[in-house]
């Protein structure tokens, strides 16, 4: 019984490893989506830095991804950059990629 529980607990370990991977790969991909929004937008360093910080932090109102889309879109447009959602979440797609290569380069230091 005791390889049972073993294994049990082996499982429960990596869904929790798993998840807290996909949620750092997420806000990592945040982080990036509003880095990018911020170059277009024409900021620099610690603004840009800020407003990627904003960007995290508006995922966290509502689940999935409507509300980052959305608040870069209107940001964008405010900024005279409008910007078509198809194109924000292409580029987030494609951030989160390379929000998973980074991490996984940390996790394998």
């Known amino acids: 019984m005791t390889t049972f529980n073993d294994r049990e607990r082996a499982f429960e370990h ?4 798993d998840l807290e991977l996909q ?10 989506l509003g880095l990018w929004a911020a170059g277009l937008m024409g900021k620099t360093g610690a603004a840009a830095e800020n407003y990627a910080r904003d960007i995290v ?6 689940p ?5 889309v959305h608040t870069l879109m209107h940001d964008l447009a405010a900024a005279g950059k409008p910007t078509e959602e ?4 292409r580029q987030g797609d494609r951030l989160l990629v390379e929000a ?6 940390e996790v394998k230091k």
């Open 14 to 17: 990596k869904f929790e490893h």
């Open 23 to 32: 949620f750092k790969a997420r806000a990592r991909k945040n982080k990036l």
């Open 64 to 68: 999935g991804d409507h509300d980052v």
């Open 57 to 62: 932090m508006a995922d966290f109102e509502k």
């Open 100 to 105: 998973m290569k980074q991490l996984m380069t």
């Open 86 to 89: 198809h194109t924000v979440r």
